[in-house]
């Protein structure tokens, strides 16, 4: 049976005072902490009642949550988006950093969001960080990363990863994102055990392919 016109238009409120209870908290937790904002900061810039803030979301806590998840998440597709077909884990890691760097330089906002947002992001066994894990992990068995454990290589490549975004968002931030990313990216790689000759090529390589549609 067809929901009826009602429900359809119900629905539909709900589904924009929802969005936009999301893109109020993601703008003001990009400039602000959770702590500094309130219920009724966020519904005053969502332009709500506050009564509906309490229809989709148990506290501001819970609205921070889901920000942090649905933008890691895009971040995250984005990474396999550009890995798809990519077996070898240097690459995949070079790749991969690149994105997290272009999507800074491309959602400002999003990712200042998702930098103060992510609390536990540097835990080894967080589900965030499963794939870079597996990365990881792959790099470790074939050989192409070398003399650390799994979860000093998780540490140096979301340090890096975050020291990139963190870069990128600043209000002096270096006009070539791309120079940034295969800067880091070699150093990462190199920190990793990759040869030098090997970790240039594959940064370069992965700057230039990502960053061409910047």
Request: aromatic content about 4%.
């Amino acid at each position: 049976m067809m929901p009826q016109p009602e429900v359809l238009k119900t629905d539909r409120r709900r589904a924009r005072t929802r969005a936009a209870l999301l893109q109020a908290g993601q703008s003001l937790f990009a400039a602000q902490s959770v702590d500094a904002v309130s219920v009724d900061d966020i519904v005053l810039a969502a332009d709500v009642a506050k009564g509906s803030f309490y229809n989709h979301f148990t506290d501001k806590d819970a609205l921070a949550r889901e920000i942090a998840a649905r933008v890691r998440a895009e971040a995250e597709a984005e990474v396999d988006a550009a890995n798809a077909g990519i077996a070898d884990p240097a690459q995949r890691m070079a790749r991969g950093q690149a994105v997290f760097v272009r999507y800074a330089a491309r959602n400002p906002e999003r990712a200042r969001a998702m930098m103060r947002l992510h609390a536990g992001a540097t835990l080894p066994n967080a589900p965030m960080n499963r794939g870079l894990r597996a990365d990881i992990v792959a790099g470790l068995a074939d050989g192409s990363f070398r003399d650390l454990t799994v979860e000093t290589g998780l540490l140096m490549a979301m340090g890096t990863g975050m020291v990139a975004v963190t870069r990128v968002l600043e209000a002096d931030a270096l006009a070539d994102p791309a120079a940034l990313s295969r800067e880091l990216s070699f150093g990462l790689l190199r920190g990793l055990g990759v040869a030098e000759t090997t970790a240039r090529d594959i940064s370069e390589a992965a700057a230039i392919d990502i960053f061409k549609e910047l």
